[in-house]
Structure formats: C-alpha cells, structure tokens
C-alpha cells in the first residue's frame, strides 16, 4: 500500500529552528509538495520538490533524498503565526497526489 | 494569481435536505478540480476528480449518487450533497489545476466550506 508518515505533533519555541520530517512508500514518485495548513482553513502551497536537495523560499526550506524516501521542512525564526498542521503529499506513478496526515506545529512565547 | 473561491463558506442544513457546493477558478482555467474532505484534526480525503465536460471519477467508498459533482466549465465545478445526514457533516475543500500546465501538479484550493446537517 501506499503510506506517508509524519510526527502529529510538534513543539518549538517562538525564534528558534523546527524540523519536520516525512518518509514515503508509495508506488512511484512525481515530486512531493508541503502544505501549510492553519486550522479551519484550507491548505495553502509552501513547496515542491522533485529533485533531490534542498529548496529554499526565505524563512521555509524543503529537502528530499528519493533514494530514502524521505523529506523533511526547515522552518526558520519562528513565529507565532507559524503555528499550523504542515501536510506533506506526494504525487504517485499515477499523478495522483497521495496525503500525510499532517503535523501539528505548536509553538510558544 | 490562482485565486479559487468557495461558497458558502458554512452551511446548516437539515438532515434529509441537499446542499450544493460552489468551486470557482477566478483568475485562471482549470482543466482538472479536485473535492476533499476532511474530518477534524484528519488528513485531507480524496472524494473524486473532475474534468471539465466530463463525468468525475470517485474514489473507493464514495457515493457518486449521494455526492453529485458537475464540472461544467472551465472555471466552475458543484458538488452537491443530496439528502444529507448528519454524518455528513465535515469541511468539504475544493482544489484546481491550472490548465496548460501538465507539468505542474500543485493543486490551487478554495477556502473550504463548512457544512451542518441537523
């Protein structure tokens, strides 16, 4: 079967550095993408990785290594509003995008 | 750009009543729209796919004749939930594809609509 599995949840301190990670097993691969997703609302595009390294886009960085079917997001200086469920998803064999769970990032003063 | 919008943001129906969805493209043409839902504190499920002028494909468990989809344009897809239960209370989120794009997967998603059924 197909699976994704990330930590539910997670806690880090308003400034510092919070990684978080996501392993895949899926038949084939397309690229992998994270979400940020705040509650009650709708997820919103962080990143897309289909290459393997690392991806940079300001305070957010993604990285991917396909041969461990592995990802992790880097979040930098973190904020308050940082505070979400952070999804990551991957596109199968069959461009079909395939859900984690999500992990819920809680951070405090 | 990529803006798609929902409505209704919330709807309370009462159970046995049916309630119709709206997903909108503002700003570009979506070939493929996508419906989810998601139960509280859950990942996003798949319910089907839908592309335009064509009938959508429902994913394993999901009742094509309970969950109505209609991609009638390039920029408009409905989903209706007929004779809603109170079961089938979620949030119901809409995503799309930009067309033109076949190289790019990310999906642009609607605000979601909350629904009640009582």
């Known amino acids: 079967g197909q699976n994704i599995d990330q930590p539910t949840e997670m806690t880090a301190t308003e400034g510092a550095i919070v990684q978080i990670n996501c392993t895949y097993q899926t038949s084939g691969f397309n690229g992998l993408f994270w979400y940020q997703q705040h509650a009650g609302e709708a997820p919103t595009f962080l990143s897309y990785?289909?290459l393997d390294g690392l991806e940079e886009k300001g305070r957010f960085s993604s990285f991917l290594s396909r041969s461990k079917g592995y990802s992790y997001l880097l979040l930098k200086e973190l904020q308050m509003k940082d505070s979400a469920s952070y999804l990551c998803a991957v596109i199968d064999s069959n461009y079909q995008l395939i859900w984690g769970a999500g992990t819920k990032l809680i951070i405090k003063p | 750009g990529a803006v798609v919008s929902q409505h209704p943001s919330r709807v309370i129906c009462k159970s046995g009543t049916s309630v119709k969805i709206e997903c909108r493209s503002l700003d570009f043409q979506a070939t493929t729209m996508f419906w989810y839902r998601q139960f509280p504190k859950k990942s996003l499920m798949l319910m089907a796919t839908?592309?335009?002028?064509?009938?959508?494909?429902?994913e394993q468990g999901v009742e094509k004749d309970k969950f109505l989809i209609n991609h009638a344009s390039l920029t408009l897809s409905t989903l209706t939930v007929t004779s809603a239960h109170p079961e089938d209370s979620s949030f119901y989120i809409c995503?799309?594809?930009?067309?033109?794009?076949?190289?790019?997967?990310?999906?642009?998603f609607g605000p979601g609509t909350r629904l009640t059924v009582t």
């Open positions: 990785n289909v």
């Open positions: 995503s799309a594809r930009r067309q033109g794009s076949p190289d790019s997967y990310e999906q642009y």
């Open positions: 839908s592309n335009e002028g064509s009938k959508a494909t429902y």
